[in-house]
């Protein structure tokens, strides 16, 4: 008898709602590995890892704490195979009086567990996830009658409602955004912090072994692992952002060297989205070192608008407009995925770089995912289905809520515009600009044309002339595409050969 307490693998959090008022002394709580999570997609082999190391360490905790935990292992021979198989498997054993849990990142989740209910003969309740900062309700209410929904203006709407970086009813400094602060370029010798990595325990080698063994033919490369597993080692990790890295984290939030994967970035979005952090407590902390004068405001605020702005936000985004969202195309793009994605084998320095850093690391930092591999595949016209899989399988702070915006909206621009005002489109010169990648590749990025130039340089034109349809009206586009009319037939030309050419071996590009 007494409720049987689901917690899923991105729910690792001792106050997550599932658990409050849970019974020491009556109730359950489940926690199962699962094959259908872990192959739906064929996540990166060190995104599995984190999470079941994780899950499993929060089941040991729960213990300790004296709470009775039904744990399923992945290779437990009764292992049903789903979250719906366990969940009826141990109400048939346990017969509890009902079935808590909390509501899941994913819409396919959801929608099974609304018919749970009817199906296990027994009450289910899924309660609020209040470790998010804006509800889906709210959420639906903001955006209500909207013409546009910029994340910009629910960001400052967050700011006031949490008094996160306010004097009285203003922004702190004098404005809500410092982001053209956050633009500098790498240049010469930067002094980047050793990255935190968590010491392998008993169970993480456990989880390692597994994986080996089971997903063997997964993306990505299993060691070195260095993830945090505990609520403690992730806040120990907090701790070292803001001590070691948050104070050049704005200055260079968009730079990409070469052998530098870390960079100044927080390396947080792992165990804040797994629910070993809190994002409410990483703001909150972040904004006292501001205040004690350990860390400056276009840092601190860069840092705080990622998680109270965007991450909230993309969330709101993804809830509105599920199922349909999965299904956008604006630009009918169906191009197949470019085996490099998985092989890592380009021309393309700055592709090989951020790709082969995703595989051996399960993370990319942001910049690298929008502006090369994102703007890649949204010049190169590659289908939304496929890029969104990739994303989904390859990093390890994924999953679909946050995944699909980013990808569906900001990278794609699949959605029409409904979460970017552009798309999110550039040539060699940006990439240049903002890191040193360029120095080791291939191609020319000072070359505009040919087999020897930046395949960037005339895909981005190519991605302009083709979508001239439904792009010219854009006003943030409206410099690209005078220069686009001012160019010869000549020049339209060679350009639109140049990328002929370049899809026709793309994957030997």
């Not at 597994?210 to 990505?220: I, N, R």
């Not at 005078?482 to 350009?495: V, W």
């Amino acid at each position: 008898m007494g409720t049987l307490r689901l917690i899923l693998g991105d729910q690792l959090s001792h106050d997550i709602a599932a658990l409050q008022d849970c019974d020491k002394n009556a109730d359950t709580i489940l926690i199962c590995e699962v094959w259908d999570e872990a192959t739906y997609v064929k996540h990166h082999k060190k995104k599995i890892t984190f999470v079941f190391s994780a899950m499993r360490h929060f089941a040991k905790e729960l213990e300790n704490k004296g709470f009775t935990v039904r744990y399923t292992h992945l290779d437990d021979k009764k292992n049903a195979g789903s979250f719906r198989g366990e969940v009826e498997r141990a109400v048939k054993e346990i017969k509890p009086d009902k079935v808590i849990t909390t509501f899941p990142g994913e819409w396919r989740v959801y929608e099974d567990m609304k018919g749970w209910e009817k199906g296990f003969g027994t009450p289910v309740e899924i309660r609020e996830d209040d470790r998010f900062l804006c509800t889906i309700d709210d959420f639906a209410k903001w955006a209500e009658g909207r013409k546009s929904l910029r994340m910009e203006y629910f960001y400052r709407e967050m700011r006031k409602q949490y008094n996160i970086l306010m004097d009285g009813n203003k922004p702190e400094g004098g404005e809500w955004n410092y982001d053209s602060q956050n633009r500098k370029t790498p240049k010469g010798e930067l002094d980047v912090p050793v990255p935190y990595q968590a010491n392998i325990d008993e169970i993480t080698q456990d989880c390692i072994d597994l994986v080996a063994e089971k997903f063997s033919d997964h993306f990505g490369d299993l060691d070195p692992f260095y993830f945090a597993v505990t609520r403690d080692q992730a806040l120990y990790a907090l701790d070292k952002f803001i001590s070691e890295r948050l104070e050049k984290f704005g200055d260079y939030q968009d730079a990409m060297v070469q052998g530098e994967p870390w960079l100044y970035h927080s390396h947080l979005s792992f165990y804040i989205n797994c629910g070993l952090l809190n994002p409410l407590e990483c703001i909150q902390k972040t904004e006292a070192a501001y205040q004690n004068g350990a860390a400056p405001l276009n840092a601190v605020e860069g840092f705080i608008r990622q998680i109270l702005g965007w991450r909230e936000y993309v969330r709101g985004i993804y809830w509105l407009n599920m199922p349909g969202y999965e299904k956008e195309n604006f630009f009918v793009a169906d191009r197949a995925l470019p085996d490099f994605f998985w092989t890592t084998n380009t021309k393309m320095n700055c592709l090989r770089q951020c790709i082969s850093e995703t595989k051996q690391n399960a993370y990319a930092h942001h910049i690298q995912r929008l502006m090369i591999i994102g703007n890649f595949s949204l010049l190169a016209g590659l289908s939304p289905e496929e890029v969104n899989e990739w994303y989904l399988i390859v990093y390890a702070d994924a999953y679909e809520w946050v995944e699909m915006p980013n990808v569906t909206g900001m990278i794609l621009f699949a959605d029409g515009g409904l979460l970017a005002s552009k798309p999110y489109a550039a040539g060699g010169a940006y990439i240049n600009k903002m890191s040193d990648y360029c120095k080791n590749c291939s191609y020319s990025v000072s070359k505009k044309n040919g087999p020897k130039a930046c395949p960037f340089n005339y895909l981005y034109w190519d991605f302009l002339g083709r979508n001239e349809d439904k792009l010219q009206n854009n006003p943030r586009l409206g410099m690209s595409y005078r220069t686009l009319g001012k160019m010869s037939d000549e020049k339209k030309q060679a350009i639109r050969e140049d990328a002929q050419r370049f899809f026709k071996d793309i994957n030997n590009a």
